[in-house]
């Protein structure tokens, strides 16, 4: 399914309401009522919203720490997700999981992991299941461009191509891991290369570009369901909040932020809308049902009770 | 004296090491100009340089391996692993290299490597940031462990840490680096494998370490309001355990109990128990007991987090259920 015209307002409302889900996050974290950490994703909502729109509900997706937006775009109730950031029994994980692990199996979301690279096996081995079962369901999984540094990501690249597996790796290159420069820490830095020398189809697509990465992944699942093997897809972008809370972000001027906002995807994706014929009134209007979503994904969260303590003894086993 | 937090302690340690000895080097994430998450290596970039204060890329394993590497060819590399949990990521290099290779090369190699990370739960981290991992690292011989509960024992076991020729584990907590306390000034050490009597009492022995050992502190206040007093033991190395300082305590009180934040399930608190059973079998005049995490994962929500990890409460009611 194209992103028409119409289904790009509704994709640009879905990242309003990624934005202001972390906006919300971090005024609650200012406010001691959040727990633990929270790495945001905002300047990053197109490569989410545009990777999660180009497949079907029943494919497969993983991500990190910084995947709210995929998970919220992938279909995760936004009121539990809320309700988990604030650890209430109402929330995804029950309060058990928090801010990193967000899982909605019943949208494909077999988790967001802590871990770096953790999660890129689990999308190979759901994309394996989907081959051994005939299905012609996909796999995505979503990493920062640090996490090709790891053992066990490199090791998944190989096995996704030997088992020609119906695999879509998206790495999310912001241009720092944590506080590091990547390119200090890893040798080609333009990581699709590195995915072309183990035998993926990569490329290289402009992240903030909503459109391209819908193009890209639509194209990917395609090849995938096809039988067509796994597919890389680096998509550039850019944090534009620090790594975490309370980042004293010194590894990077304030003149590039600003620069980089110039170009993130949110006034992207308007600017694009206008082109196509919107008005400034309709973006408005996006952006109050956006608003008007995630007041009630607050009020819920709020309103609902903190788990019982004898409730941390459930789930460890069927 | 100087009044310092934990972190700064250790920085101390570290900077004072990389001055003496010029085979000791730095490794991990984000240690150099960032001065590490928890700022450990605060400012060391400034004084020693990028070459000695080195940014890894985010693998564990091969940076780890690379300490080992380094170590046996006559270096004393520091490693940070930001989160004890990813020592699961290196387990390969810690468990079936550093641990190993001296014995099975017949003591002809050794491994001078200390690997330093923060462990433990308190602040909602989750479950796959929350962990502790020594005791079943204790079950790997070849390792040394080391668990500081204040600023000055963290100074003066680093020190003997990356003195000590031997792979070491050296175990931080997340919520003891901004705590405060008095540490010596100049050069000092603190030997490993010595436990140290942190508070005395001659009703009941409470062994800890790390910052349930500020728990049992904080209990044994309470309980000597109520009429129990606890002697409070740090142990403060957790391989090789220190047990006569732990049986000579008995002898005096008769009650023990162990807490300690990793999981109670085949833990530290068993095999102190079995021991002070095999070793002085006639001491205890009571059951003795133990206190570790509960058996599942470390939740995040507050309410569930309080209720899996021991609290200072849950020390006192274990210690009255023993009266
Ligand atoms: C195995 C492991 N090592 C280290 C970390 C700590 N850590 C969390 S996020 C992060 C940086 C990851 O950078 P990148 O992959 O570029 O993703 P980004 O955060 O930029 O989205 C690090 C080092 C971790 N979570 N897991
Ligand atoms: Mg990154």
């Known amino acids: ?105 019943s949208v494909g979301l077999l988790g967001a992991n802590a871990i770096v690279a953790g999660g890129v096996p689990h999308a190979a081995g759901a994309a394996l299941a989907s081959q051994l079962q005939k299905k012609d369901n996909v796999a995505i999984a979503y990493f920062g461009e640090g996490a090709v540094n790891q053992g066990v990501f490199l090791e998944s690249l190989n096995l996704a191509v030997i088992w020609k597996l119906p695999l879509i790796l998206v790495c999310e290159n912001n241009l720092y891991s944590e506080m590091s420069p990547s390119h200090e820490t890893t040798s080609v830095v333009e990581t699709y290369k590195r995915a072309a020398g183990f035998g993926f189809e990569a490329m290289q697509v402009d992240g903030n570009d909503i459109e391209a990465v819908y193009n890209a992944v639509e194209q990917a699942a395609a090849r995938a369901r096809a039988g067509g093997g796994p597919t890389y897809i680096e998509a550039m972008t850019y944090r534009l909040w620090g790594h975490m809370m309370g980042d004293p972000e010194i590894y990077r001027t304030k003149e590039e932020v600003a620069k980089a906002k110039e170009n993130e995807p949110i006034v992207r994706c308007g600017k694009r809308l206008i082109e196509l014929g919107c008005t400034d009134a309709d973006l408005s209007r996006l952006d109050g049902e956006a608003e008007a979503i995630i007041a009630a994904a607050l009020q819920f969260a709020e309103s609902s009770s903190a788990p019982q303590p004898a409730d941390a003894f459930t789930d460890v086993f069927i | 004296m100087s009044n310092i937090t934990y972190a700064q302690a250790l920085n101390e340690a570290l900077r004072e090491e990389m001055k003496v000895d010029s085979r ?134 680093l020190k003997s840490s990356i003195r000590a020729g031997n792979p070491v584990i050296f175990i931080e907590h997340k919520l003891l680096y901004n705590i405060k306390g008095d540490v010596p000034e100049g050069d000092y050490s603190i030997p490993i494998g010595k436990a140290e009597i942190k508070r005395d009492g001659r009703d009941i022995t409470i062994v800890s370490y790390s910052r349930t050992l500020l728990f049992a502190l904080e209990a044994a206040k309470t309980l000597a309001q109520k009429g129990i007093e606890a002697e409070v033991i740090d142990l403060r190395t957790i391989e090789p355990l220190d047990m006569n300082t732990i049986l000579e305590s008995v002898k005096g009180t008769g009650r023990l109990l162990v807490v300690h934040e990793a999981h109670s399930n085949c833990g530290l608190g068993a095999e102190i128990i079995a021991r002070v059973y095999e070793q002085a079998p006639d001491t205890l005049i009571m059951p003795p007991r133990r206190l570790g995490a509960k058996h599942v994962p470390i939740p995040v929500a507050e309410s569930l987090e309080d209720a899996v990890l021991p609290q200072p409460a849950d020390i006192v009611n274990a210690v009255e259920a023993m009266f």
């Open chain 1, 1 to 105: 399914m194209p992103l028409t015209p119409e289904r790009l307002q509704d994709a640009y409302r879905q990242m309003l309401i990624i934005r202001k889900f972390e906006e919300t996050i971090r005024s609650l974290y200012q406010q001691g009522k959040i727990r633990g950490s929270f790495h945001p994703c905002v300047g990053q909502e197109a490569t989410a919203v545009g990777g999660c729109w180009a497949l079907r509900k029943d494919d497969y997706l993983t991500c990190t720490y910084r995947g709210h937006g995929q998970a919220i775009a992938k279909g995760l109730n936004l009121q539990a997700a809320m309700a988990e950031m604030l650890g209430k029994e109402t929330g995804c994980s029950k309060g058990k999981g928090g801010s990193m692990h967000f899982t909605d199996p």
């Open chain 2, 24 to 157: 000791v080097f730095l490794m991990g994430e984000d240690i150099g100009h960032h001065g590490g998450i928890f700022r450990v290596t605060k400012d060391l970039i400034d004084e020693f340089g990028a070459d000695r204060v080195r940014d890894t890329p985010i693998s564990e394993s091969s940076f780890v391996g690379v300490g080992i590497g380094a170590a046996m060819v006559g270096l004393r590399p520091v490693v940070e692993l930001l989160f004890m949990d990813f020592a699961l990521v290196a387990a390969d290099q810690i468990v079936n290299q550093a641990a190993k290779l001296r014995y099975m090369s017949g003591g002809t190699v050794s491994i001078p490597m200390v690997v330093r990370a923060q462990q433990g739960g308190g602040r909602g981290n989750g479950a796959q940031h929350s962990q502790s991992f020594e005791t079943w690292l204790a079950q790997i011989p070849g390792l040394i462990i080391v668990a500081p509960s204040t600023p000055a024992d963290a100074k003066g076991l």
